[in-house]
């Protein structure tokens, strides 16, 4: 899930150009003044269909932990220390 302001246009337009989908509308209390937030999501038809490029990340096996990422094996990325 996703989410930006009424007013933010760059922000819902970055959303929208990631395939996210628009998932209704929530009125928010900011400063003491009502915000329309405009939610978005992300179907996982979407996000398996999208092509990614290949990502090395070095150094990641020795803090892996540290995202919970320990013991797993990492996908569609490549480690090495």
């Not at 209390?29 to 092509?51: H, M, S, Y």
């Not at 932990?65 to 797993?72: D, H, I, M, Q």
């Amino acid at each position: 899930m996703s989410g930006a302001y009424a007013y933010n246009a760059a922000s819902i337009r970055v959303s929208e150009k990631l395939g996210y989908e628009p998932n209704g509308v929530r009125t928010d209390n900011v400063c003491g003044k009502a915000a329309e937030a405009i939610l978005f999501r992300l179907t996982r038809e979407r996000w398996f269909g999208a092509a990614r490029p290949a990502v090395d990340i070095d150094g990641l096996a020795d803090c892996a932990g540290l995202f919970g990422a320990g013991g797993r094996e990492p996908h569609l990325v490549s480690v090495s220390s």
